[in-house]
């Protein structure tokens, strides 16, 4: 597939990928719709036109396109979805001209994305986490419950999940300020209360639900796919002293709810089809509800780097895959939905940590430090147990392709200092 914008070889975003962002600029300060290809961004509203003469399902356009966030769209549809996604393969098409040969529509088509503001691409209503991740989830057990204790009997019979906190959905490149809370100093004695001490990051990804379903009318693991619009990489920012402290017995709350930073660009089901796997043998084998009929992991590959403060270089400190999970997104909103409890076009779903079995692909450093019994070490003897203050995260995460990749961009931010009142 060849465009006739030009896209290098190495960009996350060629003609196979198309994700969707809301995005504004200082000609027109409106945030609406757009699609990155290469390192430019498609202003979907302005060839509303092109969508009118190629895309009859999409009804209304206009006013759909020119939307502050994803939701109204994502509310529409595989089959809007899937409509959209051939246009825009065919109308950004190196064989194309209609678009390619109109000079006039181009200038006010493409913008640079250096040049452009990228705003969350939903209105997010609720968000969920999960805790998916087998080896996550019991080298996490292991630590704040003893070994005896890591996997809670459930852990294999259903996706166990919390209500995170949608409001402190942030986006990438946002600053996250260290959070105030209790914790405990020594075995023992009362909390005392202060910034948190052991900040950390969590490598996730999220999905974002594109149709929802009613009160009382579960979504079926075979339909999860049809409810899916697509998935963004997603760091769940957490005090492990604060949480280690509260989470007993209705599990996270403030350890968690700080700041949580997503990608900017939603990557569809659809662009990742072509890297569906098998994921891991589930034994026992779940309830019939959970049940999956084929391939239901996806092939991503995923990296974590930090930057020290005051440094200029950042180190690759995880590279895992989001095929190391053991519950699938479509076993996740099987569950979520199993009770009855209904989803809303724009509600996101954290996978968990994504860690696998080896000690360089652990999702947290409350893994790789092991709570801070070790140490990563940074050039010129920089020395982290958890995040300091200035230190800046970046997750990046992209499929391989056949020459290209399928990429997601990053998800950055930096923590700011907090001083206890
Ligand atoms: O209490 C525990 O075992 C740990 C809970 C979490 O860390 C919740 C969470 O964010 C899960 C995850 O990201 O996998
Ligand atoms: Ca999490
Ligand atoms: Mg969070």
Known sequence: MKSFIEISSDSHFPLENLPYGVFSTANNQFPRIGVAIGDQIL????????????????????????????????SLGKPVW?????FLQYILSADTPELRDNHELRLKAFTPQKDATLHLPATIGDYTDFYASKEHATNVGSMFRGKDNALMPNWVHLPVGY??????IVLSGANIKRPNGQRLSA??????????????????MAFFVGVGNELGEPISIEQAKNHIFGI??????SARDIQSWEYVPLGPFLGKNFGTSISPWVVTLEALEPFLVQGPQQVPPPLEYLQERGPSAYNINLEVK??????NDYKTITRSNLKYMYWSITQQLAHHTINGCNTRPGDLCGTGTISGQTDDSL????EITWNGQNEIEFEAGVKRKFIEDGDEVVLTGYCQGDGHFIG?????????PNRAK
């Not at 075995?187 to 996730?204: A, I, M, N």
């Open 43 to 74: 202003d979907l509203p302005s060839i509303t036109s092109l969508f009118e003469k190629h895309v009859p399902e999409l009804k209304n356009p206009a006013s759909v396109l020119s939307q502050p966030s994803l939701n109204l769209f994502m």
């Open 82 to 86: 899937q409509a959209t996604r051939k």
């Open 163 to 168: 209500h995170g906190r949608a409001s402190s």
């Open 187 to 204: 075995k023992d004695q009362p909390p005392v209360f202060g910034p948190s001490l052991k900040l950390d990051y969590e490598l996730e």
């Open 232 to 237: 963004v990489l997603l760091n769940d920012w």
């Open 306 to 311: 930090l930057k020290p403060s005051g440094s």
């Open 363 to 366: 999702g947290s450093l409350l």
């Open 408 to 416: 997601f961009g990053e998800c950055a931010g930096k923590i700011l």
